[in-house]
């Protein structure tokens, strides 16, 4: 089992940036491949950034590719989300999921091929 909390969600102004934070435990955290997603209100849940193994991979939704960043530390067992130039479309819940992998150079973005997930935090973005 992995567990995922994230946290660093809330309210900013549209322009502006946050930062979430997604920390690990329980399996050995740099054999998965770490995965954001999100959800806003009455849409589906949608992919947002991947990130390998060792973290020489990444991954982003055309939506938010220049925008935010996803980074990882092996050693704290944690997944980052920076997110700048915030707009009002990007909030949602944000989750981070984590997904069995067996090579550095593999990725996944899709939310049915994800092992574990956290329970969410909440950004958003006013106008």
Known sequence: ????VESGG???QAGGSLGLSCAAS???FSNYGMD????????????VAAIS???GRTDYAASVKGRFTISRDNAKNTVYLQMN???????A????AAVR???VWQLSDNADAMDYWGKGTLVTVSS
């Open 1 to 4: 089992q992995v567990q995922l």
């Open 10 to 12: 809330g309210l900013v």
């Open 26 to 28: 329980g399996r050995t």
């Open 36 to 47: 954001w997603f999100r959800q806003a209100p009455g849409k589906e849940r949608e992919f």
């Open 53 to 55: 193994t060792n973290g």
């Open 85 to 91: 130039s915030l707009k009002y479309e990007d909030t």
């Open 93 to 96: 819940v944000y989750y981070c």
């Open 101 to 103: 992998l067996y090579s």
